[in-house]
């Protein structure tokens, strides 16, 4: 079992940036692919970026590059996202999620609560 708590949600003007934190309580943090995925106020979720657990090969959806960077401190158990130049319709909640396997394709058995991102024109 593995437990997520993401932080670093808020409030931000357009164009601003925000760095979200996601700790995980497992020791073997290390043999996990980590994913963020966002969910829009009635919009379906979305897969956002993701990383493996070696942090050697990444994933960063479309409409983020080259803006969001995702990153993974193992001694930590932290993953993080980077963003930069928020858009409005970046308003959602994310999620940090987090498989049982090293590579980040597939399906994510663990998620986090969500944070609050809210981003203001």
């Known amino acids: 079992q593995v437990q997520l708590v993401e932080s670093g949600g808020g409030l931000v003007q357009a164009g601003g940036s925000l760095r979200l934190s996601c700790a995980a309580s497992?020791?073997?943090?290390?043999?996990?692919?980590m994913g963020w995925f966002r969910q829009a106020p009635g919009k379906e979720r979305e897969f956002v970026a993701a990383?493996?657990?070696?942090?050697?090969?990444?994933y960063v959806t479309a409409s983020v590059k080259p803006r969001f960077t995702i990153s993974r401190d193992n001694a930590k158990a932290t993953v993080y996202l980077q963003m930069n130049r928020l858009e409005p319709e970046e308003t959602a909640v994310y999620y940090c999620?987090?498989?049982?396997?090293?590579?980040?394709?597939?399906?994510?058995?663990?998620w986090g609560q969500g944070t609050q991102v809210t981003v203001s024109a």
């Open positions: 990383i493996s657990s070696s942090g050697d090969s990444t």
């Open positions: 497992r020791r073997t943090f290390a043999s996990n692919a």
């Open positions: 999620a987090a498989r049982e396997s090293s590579a980040w394709r597939g399906i994510y058995e663990y």
